[in-house]
C-alpha cells in the first residue's frame, strides 16, 4: 500500500484538507473523498472537459492533475457558484436558456465558462466558442449555451453597473 500524503487547499473558499496517494487524480479525490460530485468523470483522457476545475486562476481538467499537485492553491468547483442559495448568473442563465439537456457536461462548461467572464466580462460569441471549445456536449448543438453565456455575461454587466 503507497503511503499517503497530506494536501491542503482552499476547495470552493473552506479549508480542505486531505490525505491521498501520490499518484492519485484530483477527480478522484474531489468526488470520493471530498464528496464533491459536481465536476464528472466523462473520458479520463482530458477530452471532453467534464471535470474542468478552476484552480489557481486556471482552468484545468481534474483527471489530468494529481491532488498533491494542489497543495497551498485555491480551487472552485460548480458546486462553489452558487452563494448563500443563490444561482450564480451563469447557472440561472444556462437554466432560463435551456443551456442543458442531459446535464453531464454542463459543471464543467459553467466552471469554464465561469473563467472566461472574470478574465472577459462581454465575450463575443466567438471568444465563447473558442474557450468553450476543450469542453463537450453530445446533446445540445452548443447553441443555447453559448446564448446562457451571453444572457450571463449581460447579467453580470448590469449587477456591477447598478
Not at 31 to 53: D, N, Q, W, Y
Request: charged share 20%.
Amino acid at each position: 500500500m503507497a503511503q499517503k500524503t497530506m494536501v491542503s487547499f482552499r476547495l470552493n473558499g473552506k479549508e480542505a484538507d486531505v490525505a491521498v496517494e501520490p499518484r492519485e487524480l484530483l477527480i478522484h479525490t474531489l468526488r470520493e473523498k471530498l464528496l464533491h460530485t459536481g465536476p464528472h468523470i466523462g473520458c479520463e483522457t482530458s477530452h471532453c472537459g467534464a471535470c474542468t476545475v478552476d484552480l489557481d486562476g486556471c482552468s484545468v481538467k481534474a483527471c489530468t492533475v494529481l491532488t498533491v499537485q494542489c497543495e497551498g492553491s485555491e480551487m472552485l468547483t460548480v458546486e462553489g457558484l452558487e452563494q448563500g442559495g443563490v444561482l450564480h448568473a451563469l447557472q440561472q442563465a444556462f437554466h432560463e436558456e435551456h443551456g442543458l439537456q442531459c446535464g453531464f457536461c454542463t459543471p464543467g462548461m459553467l466552471t469554464r465558462a465561469w473563467r472566461l467572464l472574470k478574465e472577459n466580462p462581454d465575450p463575443s460569441e466567438e471568444e465563447i466558442r473558442y474557450w468553450l471549445s476543450g469542453n463537450l456536449c453530445r446533446c445540445t448543438g452548443y447553441q443555447n449555451i453559448v446564448k446562457a453565456v451571453q444572457s450571463a455575461a449581460r447579467k453580470l454587466a448590469a449587477t456591477a453597473a447598478a
